[in-house]
């Protein structure tokens, strides 16, 4: 394929492009700071990051229920700043679902083709064939009051669906219901996005949640995407400690660069031990550094064998989670940190509280961070 026709087809595959776009509200502090992203059709990408991280104003801004102060955000082309919300042909899914109380679920799924104005014969083999996608057709005639919290979160995605939106956007719609028909409503809303393959955007503070569903993740902090990628490469690559510490379990190891080679370097801890690890932020010998790495990726080694590199430590609890047990450590002047076992390494071990073990950082798995 010629260079100009990969370019035109990349340009074919993004459905919407923010470019340098800022929010503020009061005209000094920006909740948004500076925002490029491409959304490809097709995908479900996830806004994730803590309250106040500028994750759900982003959304609010594609969705046209806010306006940015700055930059331009485009869908299919199309420049979005001042189109109104019912112009943009985006379907939305809020917390609270949104539904009139006063409408029943047909009604209430029919409504965004009214105001659209489709013919009333066509809006009931539409609004039929909405609830299908979400097994709900039995429901039409009930009201919201009479559904539980998942069929009503059912209902307001089959409204979000009826008038084939090129995009639907979803801001925590999981974030009301109990943990366990939570999870089960992820892995629903996956198995819809396959089917259907129109694009979702969602928006959630929950990393669990972000992993179980999404193509890729963009991680928001202080108004900032502070990394954008797939799951697997978010949770094993993470470029920086923000990231690290946010997606999934996360254990850090304070101290300062001794040697630095390449993309690799030794770390000297607090308390004198040296580790070697991946210097992803390019540290020089002598410059402060955080090590991170997940809890499965240190192995908990018996003292005769342990290598020149593993660290003392001291078990200090043990955990059950059923399919692992996760063993507590303290080290010399850092943080406790945590060792995550297979219920057959944990039985074969014959640990106990207040044990003496070694620890050892596998180098390829330790990244060290400014």
């Known amino acids: 394929m010629k260079p100009e026709n990969i370019i035109l087809q990349e340009k074919l595959d993004t459905l919407v492009e923010f470019r340098g776009v800022q929010k503020t509200y009061d005209g000094e502090t920006l909740v948004v700071k500076s925002f490029d992203l491409e959304i490809k059709r097709g995908e479900f990408l996830t806004l994730l990051g803590p309250s106040g991280s500028g994750k759900t104003t982003c959304l609010m801004m594609l969705a046209g229920f806010e306006f940015p102060t700055g ?92 008038f084939d939106p090129k995009l639907v956007l979803m801001d925590e719609p999981l974030g009301a219901l109990d943990k366990q028909l939570r999870e089960h409503m992820q892995l629903e809303l996956k198995a819809l996005h396959h089917r259907l393959g129109v694009t979702f955007v969602y928006v959630t503070h929950d990393q669990s949640e972000a992993l179980t569903m999404s193509s890729r993740v963009a991680v928001f902090d202080q108004g900032i995407v502070q990394q954008l990628a797939t799951v697997d490469c978010l949770y094993e690559y993470p470029e920086n400690q923000f990231v690290a510490g946010f997606i999934g379990d996360n254990n850090r190891f304070v101290g300062t660069v001794e040697v630095a080679s390449g ?57 059950y989670f059923g399919d692992h047990v996760r063993v507590r450590c303290s080290t010399s002047k850092q943080a406790d940190c945590f060792v995550k076992l297979s219920l057959g390494d944990y039985a074969a071990s014959g640990l106990k509280e207040g044990a003496n073990v070694h620890l050892y950082l596998h180098p390829q798995y330790l990244r060290i961070f400014s």
């Open 71 to 162: 930059g331009e955000i485009y869908l299919e082309g199309q420049l979005l700043n001042k189109v109104p919300p019912h112009k943009r042909n985006i379907g939305m899914v809020f917390q609270n679902y949104a539904l009139f109380p006063h409408m029943t679920v047909a009604q209430n799924v029919a409504y965004p083709l009214q105001v659209r104005g489709v013919e009333k014969s066509e809006r009931a083999a539409k609004v039929k064939r909405a609830l299908d996608m979400v097994q709900m057709e039995k429901f039409s005639d009930r009201y919201p009051a009479q559904l539980s919290g998942g069929q009503q979160q059912r209902i307001a995605l089959a409204r979000a669906l009826v």
């Open 263 to 319: 993309d690799q370097c030794s770390l000297r801890l607090t308390g004198g031990a040296i580790v070697e690890g991946i210097n992803v932020s390019g540290l020089k010998p002598g410059q402060a550094a955080v090590g991170c790495i997940r809890p499965e990726r240190i192995s908990l080694v018996h003292n005769e064998s342990a290598p020149a590199t593993a660290l003392r430590a001291v078990v200090r609890d043990l955990i």
